[in-house]
């Protein structure tokens, strides 16, 4: 059975970090792109950032640049978040992925697996 889980998920206060795992089974993890999404209350789901199999490539959408940071640890079978200085605005649940092409794509179109999500939530 393929899962992907997430954990790390909490309440924090604006300027603090959080970071994120996923951890999956399953599956071939390093034949996988793995991303990350987040979605706000009212809003649609958003790309965050995502990372290539072997974790030599990374993308970022531009409101995390410099704050998040996506790793993975293929012996592990787990994809990392991590997130510094967060903003109010970057409360949402934020979801794994996985995507089986080769390219980082950064639309949820592309991936077929899928988490159940974890809650960040970032008091001013």
């Known amino acids: 059975q393929v899962q992907l889980v997430e954990s790390g998920g909490g309440l924090v206060q604006a300027g603090g970090s959080l970071r994120l795992s996923c951890a999956a089974s399953?599956?071939?993890?390093?034949?996988?792109?793995m991303g990350w999404f987040r979605q706000a209350p009212g809003k649609e789901r958003e790309f965050v950032a995502a990372?290539?199999?072997?974790?030599?490539?990374?993308s970022y959408a531009d409101s995390v640049k410099g704050r998040f940071t996506i790793s993975r640890d293929n012996a592990k079978n787990t994809v990392y978040l991590q997130m510094n200085t967060l903003k109010p605005e970057d409360t949402a649940v934020y979801y794994c992925?996985?995507?089986?092409?080769?390219?980082?794509?950064?639309?949820?179109?592309?991936?077929?697996?899928w988490g159940q999500g974890t809650q960040v939530t970032v008091s001013s």
């Open positions: 992925a996985a995507d089986r092409t080769v390219l980082i794509v950064p639309s949820e179109n592309a991936y077929d697996l």
């Open positions: 399953g599956l071939t993890f390093s034949g996988y792109v």
């Open positions: 990372i290539s199999r072997t974790g030599g490539n990374t």
